[in-house]
C-alpha cells in the first residue's frame, strides 16, 4: 500500500511525502516507497509522462503472471476477458461514468474516428477543432472533409484556446466540437464544462481527447457535460500501449451506429451462428473483434495504482510539481510558454531556450529525459517525481545555456 491513515496532521509537501487531509483524517503517500514502483527512476530523471510513462513493476508482474499463464492455461481467454470487464469498470470510476458507457479500443485516434465518423452531417455542417490538437484529434475531422463537412479551425491567442472563439465557430450547423482536455504541446487546461455549455446551447456533440489529462487530472464527464471521451493507456495512466478506452455517454448509446462494426459488438457475441445484428446496448457496441486482452491487464494493474492513491490527490500532487517548476524556471533566462494560472494549469510545462536541440542533447547525456514540442522543452512530471529533480532539470538547463 501506498497510502497509510492517521500519520500525521500536518499538510504539506516536501520532496518525500505528501500529506493529504481527507474527511478528517490524515493520510499520505509515501514517495520513496512509491518511486520503488519504478525502477526506470534510479538511472533517469523521468519528465516525460506526457510522451509516454515508465513501466510501474505492479504492470509488469500482473502482465508478466498473464504471459506464463497464457503458456499454460488452455482456459486463459475467459478470465482475459473478464478482466476487460474489471479494468472497464476501474476506468469508469476514475472518470465518473459507469462501466457500460466504457467501450475498448487500441488507441485515442481510433476513438475519436470512431465519433468523428458516426455522427449525422447534413448539407452545410460543421465541425470545430482548434490550431493547438495533436494530430489524433485533427486529422478524424479533416477526413470528413471529403464528405462536404466543413471544418472550422479556431486559432490559439497566446498559447490559449479562448471561449469567446469557441462561442464564435459554433453555431446551429454545428454537428461536434472536438478539445483536448489538456493541449499536448503547452500543457493549456480547457475548462471543459463551459465549453461543453457553448456546444450544447446550439444542439451539438462535445467530444474529448483525455489523453493528457487521464491519469493526471480528476475528470467526471457528467459534471463537465462530455459527450464522447477518448484516451490510451501509455502517457499519464502508466499502461501499456495498445490499450484505450472510448466514453460514450449512455444516452448516445442507442442514438448513433457504429461505422465499423465486427462481431464483439453485438448483444450475444457468441451466438456464432447469427445472422441478424443486434448491437449491444452497452458501449460495447462501438467495439469491433478481439481486443489487446493482455495489454488489459497491465491496464487494470495501472489503474489500480491510482485507486489505491486517489485521482484528487495524484492531481494535487501534480500540479504543485509543475508549480514549483514554474517557479523555478522564473529566476533562469528561459521563455515560458506554459501559463502560470492557476485553473488552465496541467501537468505539462514548456519553456523555450535558445538553441534547444544543443540543449536536449546535454540533458539526454545526463539522463535527463524530456522531450521538444513546438520548439520549446516540454517537461512533465508524475506523482513519483521529487523537487530534487525538478532542481536537476533547471541545473542542467543552466548550465548548458551558458
Ligand atoms: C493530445 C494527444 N492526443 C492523442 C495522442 C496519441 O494518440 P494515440 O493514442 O492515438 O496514439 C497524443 C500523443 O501521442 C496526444 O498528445
New binding site residues.
Given amino acids: 500500500m501506498l497510502i497509510n491513515a492517521n500519520r500525521s496532521t500536518s499538510i504539506t509537501l516536501t520532496s518525500n511525502w505528501i500529506y493529504v487531509a481527507k474527511l478528517g483524517k490524515v493520510k499520505y503517500l509515501d514517495i520513496s516507497r512509491a518511486r520503488q514502483l519504478f525502477p526506470m527512476l534510479r538511472t533517469h530523471v523521468y519528465l516525460n509522462n506526457?510522451?509516454t510513462s515508465p513501466c510501474p513493476t505492479p504492470v509488469r508482474s500482473a502482465m508478466a503472471e498473464a504471459m506464463e499463464k497464457w503458456t499454460t492455461d488452455a482456459h486463459v481467454y475467459e478470465s482475459w476477458m473478464d478482466n476487460l470487464q474489471e479494468t472497464k469498470a476501474l476506468f469508469s470510476e476514475l472518470i465518473g461514468a459507469k462501466k457500460e458507457e466504457i467501450a475498448g479500443i487500441t488507441?485515442?485516434?481510433?476513438g475519436l474516428s470512431i465519433v468523428a465518423n458516426m455522427l449525422p452531417y447534413k448539407k452545410g455542417s460543421n465541425v470545430v477543432i482548434n490550431d493547438m490538437?495533436?494530430p489524433?484529434?485533427t486529422y478524424p475531422w479533416l477526413n470528413l472533409k471529403r464528405r462536404g463537412v466543413e471544418v472550422r479551425v479556431v486559432k490559439n491567442v497566446g498559447g490559449r484556446i479562448r471561449l469567446k472563439d469557441l462561442e464564435e465557430a459554433v453555431d446551429d450547423h454545428t454537428a461536434a466540437l472536438s478539445i483536448?482536455h489538456?493541449?499536448?504541446s503547452n500543457g493549456f487546461r480547457n475548462d471543459l464544462k463551459a465549453i461543453s455549455e457553448i456546444v450544447h446551447r446550439h444542439g451539438a456533440t462535445f467530444v474529448v481527447?483525455a489523453?493528457?489529462s487521464a491519469g493526471a487530472l480528476e475528470i467526471d464527464v457528467r459534471r463537465q457535460g462530455v459527450d464522447f471521451l477518448a484516451?490510451?493507456f501509455?502517457?499519464w495512466l502508466l499502461g501499456p500501449e495498445g490499450t484505450?478506452f472510448l466514453y460514450v455517454r449512455e444516452e448516445l448509446i442507442d442514438e448513433f451506429d457504429p461505422w465499423a462494426t465486427g462481431w464483439l459488438a453485438v448483444e450475444n457475441p457468441e451466438d456464432f451462428d447469427s445472422m441478424n445484428l443486434n448491437f449491444s446496448k452497452t458501449a460495447q457496441k462501438f467495439e469491433t473483434g478481439t481486443h489487446n486482452l493482455l495489454g488489459y491487464v497491465g491496464a487494470k494493474a495501472a489503474l489500480e495504482i491510482f485507486h489505491d492513491i486517489g485521482m484528487s490527490d495524484v492531481e494535487r500532487r501534480i500540479l504543485d510539481l509543475s508549480g514549483r517548476l514554474l517557479e523555478e524556471l522564473e529566476g533562469l533566462k528561459v521563455d515560458i510558454v506554459t501559463t502560470k494560472e492557476e485553473r488552465y494549469r496541467s501537468g505539462i510545462v514548456n519553456f523555450k531556450v535558445p538553441e534547444v536541440d544543443r540543449v536536449l542533447e546535454g540533458l539526454a547525456r545526463r539522463n535527463i529525459v524530456v522531450s521538444k514540442r513546438t520548439g520549446g522543452i516540454r517537461v512533465s512530471p508524475h506523482f513519483f517525481n521529487v523537487e530534487d529533480e525538478l532542481q536537476q532539470l533547471c541545473r542542467a538547463v543552466k548550465e548548458l545555456s551558458e
Avoid: M, R, Y
Wanted: a negative charge; proline letters at 0%; zero cysteines.
Fill in positions: 506526457a510522451s488507441n485515442t485516434s481510433t490538437e495533436f489524433a484529434n483536448s489538456v493541449e499536448f481527447d489523453i493528457q484516451t490510451s501509455h502517457k484505450g
